[in-house]
């Protein structure tokens, strides 16, 4: 089945330390983009990216990295300068335009981390 | 710019009620519009869309939407509410081009909690 995977569902880590949460597609989606959801707050875009090896900043990006270097795959590192590291995200996916899409993006499971 | 508005973050019904959740948007071209469904501890799920064709859209789970461009609203209705629609929804809002990477820009979202 085609989809999107993000590991691990739960992660615990202790504050300073840097943590990378995985986000992988099948769906041979062009872009890429990573939120962050905190309560009452809806969704908040970290990064995007359109094409491998090529991404930019969100609304929220301080203190976090990402990368692209396989279509399939693009990772959040949450690092040690990010001040409120604790919280729910979520990956998602969606079609180039070459493939007919209008702008429907697909989401992952997300993960939910705490930082303590 | 895009921005959405969703009136009451949380609504109430009783199971067999019509569920009315009003989105309100603002965009300075012909939006494309989307309602997504979250449960606890999920990824979204996209519920249905809007892309310039027909201004009443069904979706999934016996939902439906109208794009009413005079009243700047895409309202989510389902005449008869089930216990499984007690979940989170969102309403988000793009441009229908390429530029900026065609980011959804999400509303706060609304909890539906369904009374037996």
């Known amino acids: 089945d085609g989809g999107i995977t993000q590991s691990p569902k739960y992660l615990f880590r202790k504050e300073g330390q840097n943590v990378t949460l995985s986000c992988e597609q099948n769906?041979?989606?062009?872009?890429m983009y990573w939120y962050r959801q905190d309560p009452g707050q809806g969704l908040r875009l970290i990064y995007y990216s359109q094409i491998v090896n090529d991404f930019q900043k969100g609304d929220i990006a301080e203190g976090y990295s990402v990368s692209r270097e396989k279509k399939e795959s693009f990772p959040l590192t949450v690092t040690s300068a990010q001040k409120n590291p604790t919280a729910f995200y979520l990956c998602?996916?969606?079609?180039?335009f070459g493939q007919g899409a209008s702008n429907e993006q697909y989401f992952g499971p997300g993960t939910r981390l705490t930082v303590t | 710019a895009q921005s959405v508005t969703q009136l009451g973050s949380h609504v109430s019904v009783s199971e067999g009620a019509l569920v009315l959740l009003r989105c309100n948007y603002s965009?300075?071209?012909?939006?494309?519009l989307f309602w997504y469904v979250q449960y606890p501890n999920q990824g979204l799920q996209l519920l249905l869309k809007y892309t310039s064709a027909a201004t009443l859209v069904k979706g999934i789970n016996g939902f439906e939407a109208e794009f009413k461009k005079s009243e700047t609203s895409f309202h989510l209705t389902k005449p008869s509410a089930h216990m499984s629609d007690a979940a989170e929804y969102f309403c988000a809002v793009s441009a229908p081009t390429t530029a900026a990477g065609n980011k959804l820009t999400f509303g706060g979202g609304t909890r539906v909690l369904v009374k037996p």
């Open positions: 998602a996916s969606r079609r180039g």
């Open positions: 965009s300075s071209v012909p939006p494309y």
């Open positions: 769906l041979n989606h062009d872009a």
